[in-house]
């Protein structure tokens, strides 16, 4: 069943990154008749090779992934039913680990220069969800190990980070308001605008990547009550891929080599 979903056939992913196209030039289009501009030219090109280099990474990188979460799970003492079930249960433990790596990524140095790609950018609209760290496949199978030694099955946990992703490119959003009720319970682009701001309200919050109970539960959500300020706080910018994602190792390795003197 899990496997289904990651091999699913190629008209439907053509499908999905057609509807992706069409809905960043419908954005654009109305973030300019808005007088809220929300994309540049060059950081839509910046993020876009990233993506695409990022999908040669990704599959440069699934033997070690799959590897590593196959060896947790064969060392795992009961494995959940291959049903609709097992997948909920995979599908909510793969949402909630995002969140706590999530988090951890924004409060330990060495993580964050992995994420810190995600938040180089001074703007916010669909594409800055394509701007991911290529070497994030790296340290992935340890942040998912506790859900595969409790028996999911690597596949599931694939899967779902992978609707968890396509989920969350409609929340780098500047256009759309807020969603009522549903504020606190999912993540929306008004919650995840909160996340990418350098606001000092805002800082580290909001961490959820379907479901942001985790951040009530654990008091890291803040509603969005002033216009975030877009990007991170030591005032990066940069349209250089390669310099996007080593920019944080630069920083990270230099702090580490000035406290040793």
């Known amino acids: 069943m899990f496997n289904e979903i990651l091999k699913s056939s190629p008209i439907v992913w053509i499908t999905v990154v057609s509807l992706y196209f069409i809905a960043i030039v419908l954005d654009w289009i109305w973030s300019e008749a808005r007088h809220r501009p929300s994309y540049m030219v060059k950081d ?22 799959v590897l590593c979460l196959t060896f947790f799970y064969q060392i795992a003492p009961y494995h959940f039913p291959d049903n609709a079930f097992g997948f909920l249960i995979s599908f909510l433990l793969a949402d909630f680990l995002y969140y706590w790596q999530h988090r951890l990524k924004h409060r330990n140095p060495f993580f964050w220069a992995f994420h810190v790609v995600h938040h180089s950018s001074r703007q916010l609209n669909f594409t800055t969800g394509f701007r991911l760290s290529w070497f994030d496949p790296l340290i992935k199978p340890f942040l998912y190990a506790p859900a595969v030694l409790i028996g999911a099955q690597p596949s599931a946990i694939l899967a ?25 319970i999912i ?11 350098r606001n000092e309200a805002y800082l580290d919050r909001n961490f959820g990547g379907v479901l942001m109970i985790w951040d009530r539960l654990f008091g890291t959500y803040v509603p969005e009550e002033e216009e975030p300020e877009f ?19 630069n920083d990270f390795f230099r702090r580490k080599k000035k406290s040793r003197g």
């Not at 839509?44 to 992934?65: D, H, Q, Y």
């Not at 990007?231 to 190792?249: A, D, K, M, R, V």
């Open 44 to 65: 839509v090109v910046a993020n876009t090779v990233i993506l695409v280099s990022g999908m040669f990474a990704r599959f440069l990188f699934a033997g070690w992934v």
């Open 160 to 184: 779902s980070l992978v609707l968890n992703l396509l989920f969350q490119f409609w929340v780098h959003n500047r256009n759309i308001g807020k969603l009522g009720f549903l504020e606190g």
């Open 187 to 197: 993540n929306t682009p008004s919650g995840h605008r909160v996340h990418h701001g």
């Open 231 to 249: 990007g991170i706080t030591g005032g990066f910018e940069s349209y250089n891929p390669l310099w996007i994602q080593l920019h944080g190792f």
